[in-house]
């Protein structure tokens, strides 16, 4: 009856317009009340013990290090940057966007801050170049999808923090699969633009590329600083988070010089906001976890994965269209706090690696993102550009072929993910 009653509220309470928070706190409120006969303290106990941990301070240190890159004019050089590198090629500003958005997504660590990012500056752009707004934003919203896969990972972190794994090992799987994705994309639009007559954008120079080097270079610094101290035992992960909120901070007011102190507190808010957001929809996923963990739903599952099939290769492909299917509907860190307890297991029961099922999870919930009928890339682009979603969708369709069709290749070969940090020890 628990299983039954929380996922009905927790369905009825997302269509009334709710937040992805809201519903999985509220309807774990109504199931600990009516059902449980618990008293509702336990809401706010279970959400704040979730949060309570030093791996998960991580998180709004990233998000300050995202906002002062965000506002310090990072953007705009990462695109320069990115225009000289690929921009002379057919479709030169659609590969722009996917190149730009594996730089940002290393600043970022979030799909939709990529996304909007990017789209911000990108969009209407590409539209005076000629190309359809339908498909800029398409384009968009798919190069926005490695911001979580591409380190530093804000997803990345909540599921190392709930699987007990290694997080830099974590950082350092997701470099390849990332690059991987949006080379991938690259040569969609490059297709796509070779069918439709889309020109580039003048010709390459080796001398703009030096120069577009040179003004990005600090910003192209902050992942090296990231992974290079958490490998070379300088700091951990949450320490680097903290060094790269200092960095960022000291690139945008005193190398870069656009951002200014009348723009800290509203940088600061922004951030703060953010960080809220996700740590409230992550307290909220665990407390709806946890009682799905107390309806023995996890134990369920695993005897049913158990009975379906003993091939590990069979239970990645199982897992890969649960998670697409989830990522269209939930937020990703969410879905990770939700579904790691109860995947996780069955996962190490078939030996397979946790670092790589990690990352795997995290790949598909991206894909996600960009999946219709409700992927949060896609309302992204539709809020910044005014297209209807069944428009871009329509747009999306060949990049999320080719994504799936990557993510297959993942599912197969899982060195593709593992060798890195097999490398780094």
């Known amino acids: 009856m628990t299983l039954w009653v929380i996922l009905v509220s927790f369905i009825l309470i997302l269509s009334t317009g709710a937040s992805i928070g809201v519903g999985l706190g509220l309807s774990s409120a109504i199931v600990l ?50 225009m000289a590198l690929v921009g002379a090629l057919a479709g ?141 035992g300088l700091f951990t992960p949450t320490e680097a988070a903290a060094v790269a909120a200092v960095y960022g901070g000291l690139v945008g007011f005193f190398i870069y010089r656009e951002l200014h102190f009348r723009d800290l507190s509203r940088t600061l808010l922004n951030a703060a906001y953010n960080t809220t957001m996700i740590m409230f929809v992550v307290g ?16 369920m599952l695993a005897e049913s994965f158990t009975n379906l099939t003993s091939s590990p290769l069979v239970f990645l492909m199982l897992v890969n269209l649960l998670l697409l299917f989830i990522g269209t509907l939930i937020n990703a860190s969410a879905a990770i706090v939700i579904l790691t307890p109860i995947l996780l297991p069955v996962a190490l029961g078939l030996g397979i690696d946790p670092v790589f099922f990690g990352v795997l999870m995290v790949i598909n919930l991206a894909i996600g993102c960009i999946t219709p009928p409700v992927g949060l890339d896609l309302f992204v682009v539709s809020s910044i550009t005014g297209i209807s979603i069944d428009k871009v969708t329509a747009r999306v369709i060949p990049y999320l072929l080719v994504l799936l069709g990557v993510l297959v290749i993942f599912t197969w070969f899982p060195s593709i993910i593992t060798f890195m940090p097999a490398l780094m020890k």
Request: net charge neutral; glycine share 10%.
């Open 92 to 232: 030169g500003l659609a590969l722009v966007v996917a190149v730009a958005g594996m730089f940002f997504a290393a600043l970022s660590g979030s799909s939709a801050a990529t996304t909007a990012a990017i789209g911000a500056s990108m969009i209407d752009e590409m539209e005076k170049r000629g190309y359809p707004r339908s498909f800029a934003a398409a384009v968009v919203a798919s190069g926005g999808t490695v911001g979580i896969v591409i380190p530093p990972s804000i997803t990345m972190v909540v599921y190392g923090s709930i699987a007990n794994t290694s997080i830099a090992d974590l950082f350092m799987a997701g470099f390849v699969p990332g690059i991987l994705m949006g080379v991938a994309m690259c040569i969609t639009s490059w297709i796509i633009s070779k069918r439709n007559g889309y020109k580039g954008e003048g010709s390459f120079s080796i001398l703009r590329m030096l120069r577009t080097t040179r003004d990005c270079f600090w910003a192209l610094m902050m992942p090296v600083i990231i992974l290079g101290g958490i490998y070379s």
């Open 284 to 299: 909220a996923a665990n407390l709806f976890g946890w009682i799905l963990t107390n309806a023995q739903v996890p134990h």
């Open 33 to 82: 009340y009516a059902v449980l006969d618990m008293p509702l303290v336990v809401v706010v106990q279970r959400m704040f013990t979730s949060v309570d941990s030093f791996s998960f301070m991580a998180v709004p240190f990233f998000m300050l290090a995202g906002a002062f890159m965000s506002e310090g004019g990072v953007t705009r050089r990462i695109v320069d940057f990115s």
